[in-house]
């Protein structure tokens, strides 16, 4: 039923446009971060590591909660719309079955999103002129920013089935990502849901700064768990207002 | 025009889209706050300069993302009902437009004000040398009032004739992105980006001392040829909105 549901979803994300936006916005960082990285040469010399630094600044810190909310925002919006809510609901699907599948979705789209990134990032890191290819550590670090980027689509996922509009939980997405910037800033980046996409892409630093991975690990289930516990909840013991 | 200025208010009711802003300047001043806490100024009579200085910066980040939301808010209510052609048979499509536009600039010119109320009470708060100067403010007024209608302008065009409010949301966030990175790279090409003049319309520059991790900052005089630019840009992006809602409404036909 999980799998049904999954093409469902995908069918209702036709001819949205979505994957404009998910290919446009990370153009930004990359051609902005490789123009400040050759701005800067004088005081950054570590190479890859350097244009790192330059390309995550503001992208983990500020932008990639609001992109991740952008589409669980849109994957919610359908059910907001035209009683639909009242058809989601009397469907012959469990609750799991019908939050999973959202959040399988914005889960695949968590780990696409990064590997574009990872794409641009080795593009604008040839086109200045840095030598081969990116140390495998900075590939893994992006990889593991997309584990920080499912705790925001489950968090994100929960708030945009609660709150009807669009455009609020893409906010709170922003406002949650800068205060994860500055939490991560003062070392307690793991408690915060917002900040764990910093601290595994390891964001504006050229040595890793995740010296427990364990700890980044149980903070990521714990949170994943937490979220959609919270969301299926809802889905079952919340009446529906369509 | 009463009573439509009266309609629209009317929209909004129980929209909660006060919360919007109210959330914004509440996040702004926490973000100040802790901001103070670790900057190394050189004299206490930096901190008003330090103070607006961060403003503008946290407005180039926060400003563009609140005004796409609040043009989406506010034009949601006929978009989604789809009541843009009944409405349009009532209703002047140009005052229509109008009415849009300067509740949201209503909005806006609030949260303005609440962050100069703001401002004053966070310096007294950390006992700021001086006062701020009438320069200081109009430099802040023109910085963070006239760049944030200019913005909240092309967002409510977007959110007019987007049915789907991912791409006026996705102008905000991008133009959130480029804001920003204009703080850090200074080039003309800046010129033709609205949400750049949040810094081409800066007045107060910084010297970071390497060594001692100490900066100072100084007045410079505005960009009066970036002013210039946006004040002529404004009224322009306004008619041509207006001519192009009334020409080609959607749903209207």
Not at chain 1, 11 to 30: C, D, E, N, R
Not at chain 1, 56 to 79: H, K, M, N, Q
Not at chain 2, 190 to 208: E, F, K, M, S, T
Request: proline share 4%.
């Amino acid at each position: 039923m999980l799998t049904i549901c999954m093409k469902t979803e995908q069918k209702k994300l036709k001819h949205s446009h979505l994957w404009m936006v998910f290919a446009g916005i990370p153009l930004l960082p990359a051609v902005l971060g490789g123009g400040n990285y050759l701005n800067n040469l004088e005081m950054l010399k570590s190479g890859w590591y350097s244009l790192w630094t330059q390309h995550s600044l503001f992208y983990a810190g500020f932008f990639y909660g609001p992109l991740i909310a952008i589409y669980c925002s849109y994957i919610w919006r359908v059910e907001h719309l035209n009683y639909n809510w009242n058809s989601l609901m009397t469907m012959p699907t469990s609750e799991w079955d019908i939050f999973l599948a959202k959040l399988l979705m914005a889960l695949r789209c968590t780990v696409a999103l990064q590997l574009w990134v990872g794409v641009l990032f080795i593009l604008s890191g040839k086109i200045v002129g840095l030598p081969g290819l990116p140390p495998g550590e900075i590939l893994f670090w992006l990889l593991r920013g997309s584990l920080g980027g499912m705790v925001t689509a489950a968090l994100q996922l929960v708030m945009s089935m609660m709150v009807r509009s669009f455009a609020a939980p893409v906010a709170v997405a922003l406002l949650g990502s800068v205060a994860g910037f500055l939490l991560s800033g003062k070392g307690v980046g793991m408690f915060w849901p917002y900040a764990l996409m910093t601290e595994g892409m390891n964001a504006n630093k050229s040595t890793d700064v995740l010296s427990s991975p364990v700890g980044f690990g149980v903070a990521v289930c714990g949170f994943l768990v937490l979220f959609t516990v919270v969301g299926v909840g809802y889905l079952k013991y919340k009446d529906v207002h369509a | 025009m009463l009573g439509e200025w009266k309609t629209e208010w009317m929209k909004v009711r129980h929209r909660k889209i006060a919360l919007i802003p109210a959330a914004f300047l509440l996040f702004t001043f926490l973000w100040l706050s802790w901001a103070a806490g670790s900057v190394h100024m050189e004299s206490a009579e930096d901190g008003w300069l330090w103070l607006l200085m961060c403003l503008g910066l946290v407005n180039t980040i926060l400003v563009p993302t609140m005004a796409a939301m609040l043009a989406s808010r506010l034009c949601d209510v006929e978009l989604k009902g789809n009541t843009l052609k009944l409405l349009c048979t009532m209703e002047r499509k140009g005052r229509l437009f109008d009415m849009k536009l300067l509740t949201g600039a209503s909005y806006l010119s609030v949260y303005v004000a609440a962050e100069l109320v703001m401002m004053v009470a966070f310096g007294r708060m950390h006992h700021f040398a001086g006062e701020i100067t009438l320069r200081l403010l109009v430099c802040f007024l023109l910085q963070s009032g006239l760049v944030s209608l200019g913005v909240l302008l092309l967002q409510m065009m977007l959110s007019l004739f987007s049915a789907n409010q991912i791409l006026p949301l996705a102008v905000g966030l991008a133009g959130s992105f480029l804001g920003l990175f204009s703080w850090f790279m200074q080039s003309p090409f800046w010129r033709p980006v609205v949400w750049a003049y949040y810094n081409l319309l800066g007045y107060i520059g910084q010297d970071w001392d390497v060594e001692s991790r100490i900066v100072s900052y100084y007045e410079v005089p505005m960009d009066r040829q970036a002013l210039i630019i946006f004040l002529i840009a404004l009224p322009v992006g306004y008619v041509l909105g207006r001519r192009l809602f009334i020409r080609r409404t959607p749903g209207c036909g």
